[in-house]
Each structure stands twice: as C-alpha cells, then as structure tokens.
C-alpha cells in the first residue's frame, strides 16, 4: 500500500517547505509555491551494497576518450569533444535554436556512434520535417518519441546508445509523482534517475532545457548541480550568431565559447570570428581591442559616440560592457588626462553587441572615448590591450601572446600594450609594430596625435 506525502515547493528556486507561503523565503518570489504529492511505499526495499573502500593509492587512472560532436566549434566549448559517462546541460531561451544543433550533432555523431534522439516535445513527424529542412545525413540514430520517464529508460538500456539526447527535460514525466511535468521535483527526480543511469552504463547524456519568458517552469539553474557540463545557447532575434558558452565543465575550461551562425538550412560554425566583430575602419570614435573568452583570442571593434550634454546629468549608455566599468575609465579619463567627462554624454557598443568581461579592454574603451570627444581617429591599423588602474597606469593582462599571436593573423601592424617582458618583445618585434606605454597619457599622445 503506499501514501501520499505533500510538500510545497518554489518553483523558482526550488526551495521546500512543510507549509504554504505566499512568499518564498529565499528567492522572495511572490506565488511561486506550489504544492506536490509524492506516492511512496510504505515498505523499504533491502539495498545490498556490493561495493566497498579501497586505498585511494590503489585507483586506476584511465585516459578519458572523447568523440567529437561533429561540430569543431561544439568540440571547444565542451572541452575537445563529450566524455562517455558524461551528463551534459544544454539549455537556453525557447526557439533560440537548441533543438536544431543537437540535431545536427546527432547526425554527424551518428556516422561513428550509435546515437539515440528522445523527443518528448514533438512528434517523430515534426522532427522529420525539421530532418528534411536541414537536410543532414546519418548512419546510426534512432528517434524515440515519449515522455514516459520508465519507458524512455527501459528504451536507453535496449539500445544502449553511445549518446542519449533528450529534448527536453521539461517535457518528461515520472509517474511516481503527482506534480505536472517541468515543475521543479518532476525536473530534479527525472534527471536524477537519467543521470543514475548513464554513470551506470558509460552512456553520455545530453539533456536540453529551457526556461519561459514568464519563469513559470524551473529552468536549467534546478540542474547545474546534478550534470558534469553546463553550456548556454544564446543569441536574440535580430542577430543570425548564436554563441555556446560553457558555464560549467568538469572535463575542460569553462567560459569557453564557440560561435554560430542561424542559417535557412540550419548552424552554420564560424572559423574565424573576430571577422564579424571587427570592420578595420579607421574613423573617430572607433578602436579594435583583443580580448579572450576561455582559450580563445578574438578581436572585437570598441565604438563610443561622445557629445556635448544637455541634461544636469549626462547619460551613459553600454552596450558589451559594463556600465560600471564605463564609470570608472571616464573617471580615470577626467584625472588623468583633464577632460571634464561630465560634461558630456557617453555611449559605448561592442561589434555585434559581444559581450566582454576581459579588463584588457579598458584601454581600447578609453581610445574610443578620446578620439570620438576629439574628432580624430585613432592610429590606423592598431589593436589597443591594456587593464587601467585607478591611477592612470597601464597594467599587464593575461595571455597577451595569445592576444599578439591574434594580432599578427589578422593582418593589424601596430599594437599598444603595457610594458612587456624582453623575451615576448623579441618573439614579435620583427612580426608587428609594438607600442609599450605605462599609463593613459602616453597611450594618448601615441594613439590620437594628428
């Protein structure tokens, strides 16, 4: 006989509680709880523990053999391609593209691995359509079209896959529990169990969530704990670039990105992209910086439009960059250099809107400012690489020979960097034109002398 257990979960942060609130009592989300029963047996299953302690000396290590996700941009951000035994998280907003790369991917994987594609959201008909338009090729992939968790595990152990997808999580019900699927224990327990069973069999495990506009169903933060490797698809509705960013990644670096690009015919991996960030036009207001997003070095344009004000308080405006990062080179632009910033609104935009948290890129933003305040474009042909101080001084940033290695590809002649050591200098002295300056003035009277 079993009973049912009622507990009352936030369906925002995932939180449990004994009774129901109005209010959470951590993320203070208002209405978000919601009440959930559990079935569970009165009697305790006997658990045999056949495994036992062993001297940590006494392990095995064992290389770990990837393969490759048919995507060398994918291949990156998940740290030279998916670990067997891995659980992988690949989520991101609705229609932003997630299903059409797994996709893809399962094909491509297909042709040397036995893959196995769960679709809990569409019909085995839709996917086709979807198949047609992308016009992909396989060897070994079978779809799956179910929502039943019991019956979707009892598939995995007959095929047994080298990698499981499932599209998506929200969708899959487990018929042990009363709450409606993609609540936040229907979430957790199917997960748990999938991730139970791919440790279990060496399988890896791709599963795809997604959180609403509203926020109503639990996103892919009730997930991150549970699965090795966490990467988010985004981009918008304006822009074809997609970008897969790692956030967490228990076999590789995180923070690593790959980029895309939303084609008719499907995803389409950009090999060079600090092309579509980058025009190389020489005109005021405007510089290239190099930043790096994980390992990989990527030249990206700086543009600021300075105008005289006409409000008490100027406007700041930021688009890639932090607002508060943009307060404080204007106030190392005022002290420094004696430009009264105040008396002038300031708008910053990245190429393509990229979004970058390198600090390297200080000294490229206060170029930008100076030369558009100005009217008189910056040094032709230039990359601009360098953290400010609080005093005005240029500081070193990391991995400045990937960042001049980028350079030189690129075909840029001149670079401004900080002080650098005599052995970098030397490797690259013959190959670009460096400028090391120690602070803001003479990045200045180098970067914008007419």
Not at 50 to 58: A, L
Request: with cysteine; proline share 3%; hydrophobic share 35%.
């Amino acid at each position: 006989m079993s009973r049912k257990l009622s507990t009352f979960i936030c369906q925002n942060c995932g939180t449990e509680t004994s009774q129901y609130f109005g209010k959470c009592l951590n993320c203070n989300s208002w209405n978000s709880i919601v009440e959930e029963i559990k079935r569970k047996g009165s009697k305790q299953q006997d658990i045999k523990n056949n495994k036992k302690s062993i001297p940590f000396n006494e392990i095995t290590s064992k290389t770990i053999s990837r393969f490759t996700s048919g995507f060398r941009e994918f291949d990156r951000v998940l740290g030279g391609g998916i670990v067997p035994g891995s659980v992988i998280l690949l989520g991101g907003e609705p229609g932003i593209g997630k299903s059409t790369i797994v996709l893809q991917s399962a094909g491509k994987i297909s042709l040397s691995e036995k893959v196995l594609y769960i679709t809990a959201e569409e019909s085995l008909e839709q996917v086709k359509i979807r198949w047609e338009r992308l016009n992909q090729s396989s060897k070994d992939l079978k779809i799956f079209a179910e929502t039943n968790l019991s019956l979707i595990i009892e598939e995995i152990k007959r095929i047994n896959p080298s990698l499981a997808i499932i599209d998506s999580i929200q969708a899959i019900h487990n018929h042990e529990m009363e709450s409606s699927p993609g609540s936040v224990s229907q979430v957790r327990a199917c997960s748990s169990e999938l991730q139970t069973l791919a440790k279990e069999n060496n399988i890896a495990l791709l599963i795809i969530g997604h959180v609403t506009k509203d926020g109503a169903l639990a996103g892919p933060k009730t997930l991150e704990h549970l699965v090795d490797t966490v990467i988010n698809f985004e981009g918008d509705n304006i822009s074809s670039h997609r970008l897969l960013r790692s956030i967490k990644n228990r076999f590789g670096s995180t923070f690593e990105i790959g980029i895309f690009e939303m084609l008719e015919e499907g995803l389409r991996e950009i090999k060079n992209p600090s092309s579509i960030f980058t025009n190389k036009e020489n005109t005021s207001g405007v510089t290239t910086t190099i930043t790096n997003e994980g390992s990989r070095p990527l030249a990206v344009d700086i543009q600021a439009l300075v105008n005289k004000t006409f409000y008490s308080n100027p406007r700041r405006t930021t688009t890639g960059i932090s607002i508060n990062r943009l307060h404080q080179i204007l106030a190392v632009i005022e002290k420094h250099v004696g430009i009264k910033s105040s008396q002038f609104d300031c708008y910053i935009a990245t190429g393509g809107g990229f979004e970058i948290n390198d600090p390297s890129s200080d000294l490229g933003v206060a170029i930008s400012i100076l030369s558009s305040l100005k009217n008189i474009p910056p040094l032709a042909n230039s990359s601009f690489i360098g953290e400010l101080g609080l005093s005005g001084q240029v500081r070193k940033s990391n991995n400045l020979r990937t960042k001049i290695e980028e350079a030189v590809r690129l075909g840029i002649k001149n670079i401004v960097v900080p002080k650098l050591e005599e052995e970098l200098h030397n490797n690259f002295q013959n190959l670009i034109n460096i400028k090391e300056i120690s602070n803001i003035k003479e990045a200045v009277d180098y970067s914008l002398s007419e």
